[in-house]
DNA sequence: ATAGAGACGATAGAAAGTATCAATATGGAT
DNA sequence: ATCCATATTGATACTTTCTATCGTCTCTAT
């Protein structure tokens, strides 16, 4: 288990695919900069007035695309989005009561999925591994 | 990886927890018993006009409720409903194509959520795989 | 500076699921 | 077998989350 920062800017990353620098699309990058806790897209555009909320999901979209933000299922079935701090494959645990998601990698799962994939008819195309925890210093967490 | 079939019908699992046995409720486990692909809430709906969308809704939540039924996340973020063919703790891959499901268990995974949990503070509540697959036969398959 | 592709805002619409509530059906008690 | 309390249903309105449309505006390459 371990994770590897990448501090490439969310807006770089964009513009590497070809993407432009307008301005919402900067305040946007900027708030997720900041944000360390999993963020609903409704949430997302309450924290920005000035951008309209199309243009927040359709960014989200493109943040996705770019690898920098990935999209969790909590355990109702609704969506959370979470910054992504490594280049590399990963997957998630999310606290259920404070939100933080942090991101993981274990060679153990990676090896299991191989394992599973030899013994199916066809491809293992993707797989997705999400945990659900209780964190215990919640109270003490709340942040952006 | 192995699957134990459990043969107690779906009608009988609601029963068992207190639920009145209707001719809805009858109608929709009858459809689901002969289910062997994943399916949307709304595609069960359209498959049993004579039962409301409401009451197919209500009683999907039940059926999960009583665990023979599993809501998987497909890799776009919709819902695909799965019947369950088995008590024990389980995980689904799912083949993108034809939507047929298939349950595992692999002892190496819950091993390994052990492993994570124990690294993490507070408590891992609960987990989430999902395979998604191109299995090689799915033109063969498609069958309700 | 300009032009054209890309992006934006505003808003309407789609998709998926939930709430409400009057009418009905079920299952246990009699 | 009948009755009754309560669970359940259907119809529909509503909510939430997200997408499409479209006319206008803004980047960025030249």
Redesign the pocket.
């Known amino acids: 288990m371990d994770v590897e920062k990448v501090p490439t800017s969310l807006m770089a990353s964009l ?1 590497s695919l ?8 900067k305040a946007i990058a900027d708030l997720l900069e900041q944000k360390h806790q999993g963020f ?3 949430a997302l555009s309450e924290e920005l007035p ?6 927040v ?3 989200i ?1 493109l943040f996705i695309e770019a690898g920098v933000v990935c999209r969790l299922t909590l355990m109702d ?3 959370v989005y979470s910054v992504s701090r490594t280049d590399h494959h990963h997957h998630h645990y999310v606290c259920m009561d404070c939100g933080k998601v942090e991101e993981f990698r274990a060679s153990a799962v990676e090896q299991f999925v191989r394992s599973i994939a030899a013994e199916l008819p066809g491809q293992v195309v993707d797989h997705r591994i999400e945990l659900y925890v209780a964190c215990d210093r919640c109270p003490a967490e709340q942040a952006g």
Chains 1, 2 share one sequence.
Do not use: L, W
């Open positions: 513009q070809g993407y432009k620098a307008t301005a919402p699309r609903t897209a409704e000035s951008v309209s909320r199309a243009t999901y359709r960014n979209k079935g609704s969506h």
